[in-house]
T-cell receptor, first 110, second 115 residues
Framework: GENVEQHPSTLSVQEGDSAVIKCTYS??????FPWYKQELGKRPQLIID?????GEKKDQRIAVTLNKTAKHFSLHITETQPEDSAVYFC?????????FGAGTRPFVKA | DAGVTQSPTHLIKTRGQHVTLRCSPISGHKSVSWYQQVLGQGPQFIFQ???????GRGNFPDRFSARQFPNYSSELNVNALLLGDSALYLC??????????????FGAGSRLTVL
């Protein structure tokens, strides 16, 4: 079945440094790749997404890259800040099904 | 405009009981998806409904069922509850187009505890 693998599960980052989260997917039919941020006790919120006809997308301090041939995509956070501490989920969607990764929790050290 | 609303927010059940969770999508959204999120894990796909029809099903037993009503709201039913069903159940609504750009907006979830 469809599967999305996400690495790392935890990430220690010095405030001001960059963080990278990587995901791979198995379903070749996937053509939409959103990233969600979930703060403790809150609902997942969409932070950025990318469609299969685009290789890279940037929004302020976050950017996503997609390599459809290799079936992997990544989230890049620059100039990390304490408020970036949450759980980040990647997901892959094809048609009506969206499959999520297991999540990455970055710890931003002051 | 209200976002995705779910009820109840919290509930406690005992093993063997059944539960019904409810979700109202964003106005104009025709698709509802259900996810189970166990503490410390990612949301696991259970069902997606579009225009009252099941369009996708995850790897969950037949104890899990759902339906979507003419007003696009949805119910998730779980029978014969097990301890392992304890989780946050998230509902997400989307426009429901089949283009693949299925942008999900989540509700706050229903936290189920099975004792």
């Amino acid at each position: 079945g469809e599967n999305v693998e996400q690495h790392p599960s935890t990430l220690s980052v010095q405030e001001g440094d960059s963080a990278v989260i990587k995901c791979t997917y198995s379903d070749s039919a996937s053509n939409y790749f959103p990233w969600y941020k979930q703060e403790l006790g809150k609902r997942p919120q969409l932070i950025i997404d990318i469609r299969s006809n685009v290789g890279e997308k940037k929004d302020q301090r976050i950017a996503v890259t997609l390599n459809k041939t290799a079936k992997h995509f990544s989230l890049h956070i620059t100039e990390t800040q304490p408020e970036d501490s949450a759980v980040y989920f990647c997901a892959a969607s094809g048609g009506f099904k969206t499959i999520f990764g297991a999540g990455t929790r970055p710890f931003v050290k002051a | 405009d209200a976002g995705v609303t779910q009820s109840p927010t919290h509930l406690i059940k005992t093993r063997g009981q059944h539960v019904t969770l409810r979700c109202s999508p964003i106005s104009g959204h025709k698709s509802v998806s259900w996810y189970q999120q166990v503490l410390g894990q990612g949301p696991q796909f259970i069902f997606q409904y579009y225009e009252k029809e099941e369009r996708g099903r995850g790897n969950f037993p037949d104890r899990f069922s759902a339906r979507q009503f003419p007003n696009y709201s949805s119910e998730l039913n779980v029978n014969a509850l097990l301890l392992g069903d304890s989780a946050l159940y998230l509902c997400a609504s989307s426009l429901g187009t089949s283009s693949g750009a299925n942008v999900l907006t989540f509700g706050a979830g229903s936290r189920l505890t099975v004792l």
